[in-house]
């Protein structure tokens, strides 16, 4: 077995120093470059001709003060290894894949690891390798906003967008334990649309999803506050959830729910009674310290007020106590 002589050992050292696919420059006890590998030349714009010799912190003054600043300290001073994760620290280093990355000002996603290194008859060195992670953020976006549709399509109603059933189920159970927690008031509505199956019969499945859409358009503009929630409950029926509303709060919304959909002025020739447009029936719910139930109850409650409505001839608003 033959053991390579030292001019060899150092040749071979920056042939694979040139070779390996990551950054790699070395600091001497000064903090000055006295190893600048190939990949770092490529991807900086910096030779290391223009680089050895000089101090680190000139060359990338905006990294001083920086995290890695405190890394490589640590690696001179304490004898201290430190990890820099592209999550906390993104791209420190003006570092680009190509021309055209550097005119976007789209960096090199690194991972940048630094680590001391015991040089014989010197002072302490330190190793800075960075290496190029941005496949695997890439992967990471695109899964993270692959579960966020994903998370979003099955909170949402296929065809009119709003919150469907299981966003409101969850919805729902969260209000209703926060309310309790709180000692505050939360009001459920249950909005249905009168006659729709006459409605759907005549005039088409096709007109009567474009009526659904567009009454569920109206319902969530009237809903301000981000805490307040419309979702489809089943066919023609809609539910909204009023946190921090009580009784007289939310009939006053569900009249004005009323009104705003007598306002959209669709024509419904099919409606019994006077009217011949699409009005809508609301049963109106409320819990509070005063009626402590669950959500269940609560929701037995407003179906209870929404028929009570229907029977007092649709278009009506009906509460719990009515």
């Known amino acids: ?125 330190c190793l800075i390798q960075i290496t190029d992670v941005s496949v695997a953020v890439g992967r990471e976006k695109l899964l993270r906003e692959q579960t966020l549709v994903l998370r979003s399509q099955s909170f949402a109603d296929g065809l009119t967008g709003i919150a469907n059933r299981r966003h409101f189920d969850v919805a729902m159970e969260k209000e209703s334990r926060r309310a309790k927690r709180n000692g505050s008031a939360l009001s459920l509505l249950m909005i249905d649309i009168d006659y729709f199956k006459a409605y759907n019969d005549h005039y088409g499945h096709q007109q009567g999803d474009a009526c659904l859409t567009r009454v569920a358009g109206a319902l969530e503009a009237m809903l301000n506050r981000p805490t307040d929630l419309l979702a489809r409950y089943g066919g023609e029926e809609f539910a909204a959830i009023l946190p921090d509303t009580d009784a007289a709060q939310a009939r006053q919304m569900a009249e004005s729910i009323r009104h705003c959909v007598i306002g959209l002025d669709i024509s419904h020739q099919q409606a019994g009674g006077a009217m011949h447009q699409i009005t809508v029936s609301i049963g109106v719910a409320t819990q509070n310290l005063a009626n402590p139930v669950d959500v269940a109850q609560l929701i037995g409650a407003a179906d209870r007020a929404l028929y009570a409505a229907k029977r007092s001839g649709r278009n009506q608003v009906a509460a719990q106590a009515d």
């Open 1 to 125: 077995m033959s053991v390579a002589g030292e001019p060899d050992r150092l040749s071979l050292l920056e042939s694979v120093l040139g070779a390996i696919g990551l950054g790699a420059v070395v600091l001497d006890s000064t903090r000055r470059v006295v190893l600048w590998n190939h990949w770092m030349a490529r991807h900086s714009g910096l030779p290391a001709a223009a680089v050895l010799g000089c101090d680190f912190f000139v060359l990338f003054p905006e990294l001083r003060d920086k995290r890695i600043d405190a890394a490589v300290q640590q690696a001179l001073r304490d004898n201290f290894p430190s990890v820099l994760s592209q999550s906390l620290n993104k791209a420190p280093f003006a570092l680009y894949a190509n021309p055209g990355a550097v005119t976007r000002d789209e960096r090199i996603q690194q991972a940048v690891a630094v680590s001391p290194i015991a040089v014989h008859g010197a002072e302490r060195h």
